[in-house]
């Protein structure tokens, strides 16, 4: 169940930052080239993407940095197999769903894609902090009960 749970988060949290890069990414047109966005649009299936990335996203996660999987490997190797690998499924999907089509936007998605791997990492540990915090507290009150 934990694991779900944490797969859940994950999916929620990566589909939630890569919207909120393509606003972010909007906005910086608009501000850097004062560019109208009147030609700016989502269509049904590139929303899709974004949860379709979200989710797959969430599998690597579950994969290589649970612990009680592939203790062998270095927790640093499992982060650093784990970014490599939900890029290239990030950039995989960005090409199939045309996130974008020439250098340029590649690299804003690449862009992107590192603002969102901090941002999920930050929410990430964020989370568990939080998780943390509450367990602590109710051992307290059990303690304070004895």
Known sequence: M???KSWFEQCVIV???ILAGVVLEGLLFHWLYGDTLSNFYLDW???LSIVMT???CGIP???LLDEDTLKSIPFIVKVILHCILTYLVVAG???V???YTKLSGFIMMTIIF???YVFVWASTIWLHKQDEKKINQALEGLRDEE
Request: hydrophobic share 60%.
């Open 97 to 99: 769903f045309s996130w």
């Open 15 to 17: 589909s939630f930052a």
């Open 114 to 116: 590192v603002l969102v």
């Open 61 to 63: 996660t579950i994969l």
């Open 93 to 95: 999907i960005g090409k």
């Open 2 to 4: 934990a694991k779900l």
């Open 54 to 56: 979200g989710i797959v």
């Open 45 to 47: 299936y590139q929303l």
